[in-house]
Structure formats: C-alpha cells, structure tokens
C-alpha cells in the first residue's frame, strides 16, 4: 500500500501506512525498504536532484540495498551532469553484477 501512495505521489499517506506495519510488527528490513523508496520517489518527484546526490552515501543507496534509491540517484547525477557520480555507479553495479554472476558458477 505505501508504494501505491507513493506512486500517487501520496508520499504523507505512504509514510503513515509504514508507520503502521511498524506498529503491526512487519519486518524492519521491509519497513526500511518502503521508506527508503518513498523517500527518493517523493525528491525525485520535486525535482531535488542534488538532495538525492548528496544522499549517496546514506543506508539507502550504500551497497545497492534500495536498487529504487540507486536508481534515482542515477538519474540524479545525469540530470545534474554529475557524470563522475553517474560512472561510478554503473561501475560499481557491473562488479556487483559480476560478482553474483561468479557465485552462481561456483554454487
């Protein structure tokens, strides 16, 4: 349901409806997803380029653990012209992708 507000661009409603599964007990590791992706869909929605660039380091992005956050951080950069920040991303998705690539083999 919060990402259905969110895509509404009911991002207070989507906040709140994580706020309840919070207090149902739903899985912190899901909480955390459906803020981090209501978080970055509502910057991006207004236009906040350089608030997602500078929130590049934070939970949501660091080691893909949002790929919607990393996402939108992307287009962050290219819509700024960041194209340093917009590299080592793709770099840095090609060696993870790689490397889960390698481990299959291996498995």
Not at 48 to 59: F, H, K, N, P
Not at 67 to 72: E, M, P, V, Y
Request: proline fraction near 1%; include cysteine.
């Amino acid at each position: 349901m919060a990402i259905l507000k969110s895509y509404a661009g009911d991002f207070e409603g989507a906040y709140r409806v994580i706020e309840r599964g919070r207090a149902e007990e739903i899985p912190e590791e899901i909480a955390f997803e459906m803020e981090c992706r209501t978080h970055f869909a509502e910057l991006a929605q207004r236009g906040e380029w350089r608030q997602v660039l500078d929130e590049r380091g934070s939970e949501c992005v660091k080691g893909f653990k949002n790929s919607f956050a990393t996402i939108i951080t992307h287009r962050g950069a290219c819509r700024t012209g960041d194209w340093t920040t917009a590299r080592a991303l793709e770099d840095e998705f090609s060696a993870r992708s790689i490397e889960k690539q390698l481990q299959k083999m291996i498995n």
